[in-house]
């Protein structure tokens, strides 16, 4: 029999509940540990984050998984706050590699990771990658598998 990891067997034991866990019930090599977890993921019943939540943790992520570009966005969102004008971010490609990331009020080409607005408070991504830190979408699994593995835990009583 396979092992899992805690939270994989947990994530099983929540797969087969459903049509997909009983598919790989059939199935003659258990479901991946990723599997698992987007099975968590789609099966969530609760609430979806708003779009203004799902920003500010996104940007909270980045402080773990890309400090530089998590400065560089704070620093973007105040300029853009206070000039009024939609401001991008860089990656550094010329010779000062000082900063990993340079702030613009110029588009830029493919150098061009993603821009904020403050009037919008909306972000637009470019050329924004999985090397820059947490997508949005990662994120979001990530707090809705928290949020169900909360809820299970109050419904068992763990603390």
């Known amino acids: 029999m396979k092992k899992y990891t805690p939270i994989a067997a947990f994530a099983l034991a929540f797969a087969l509940t459903s049509t997909l866990g009983y598919k790989w019930l059939n199935a003659k090599s258990g479901p991946t540990d990723k599997e698992l977890y987007e099975a968590i993921a ?22 773990e998984s890309n400090p530089e570009l998590h400065d560089a966005i704070i620093a973007a969102m105040l300029i853009s706050k206070d000039a009024n004008v939609e401001i991008y971010l860089h990656r550094n490609i010329g010779e000062n590699k000082k900063f990993k990331y340079t702030i613009s009020d110029k588009r830029g080409d493919a ?40 809820k299970y835990y109050e419904e068992l009583g763990v603390k």
Request: glycine share 4%.
């Open 111 to 150: 150098e061009n990771i993603l821009s904020y607005n403050y009037k919008t408070d909306f972000f637009t991504f470019d050329h924004y990658s999985i090397d820059d830190g947490f997508t949005m979408q990662m994120v979001e699994n990530r707090e809705i598998i928290n949020r169900k593995i909360n």
């Open 42 to 63: 789609r099966g969530v019943e609760t609430e979806r984050l708003t779009a203004k939540d799902l920003q500010s943790k996104w940007i909270k992520s980045l402080n």
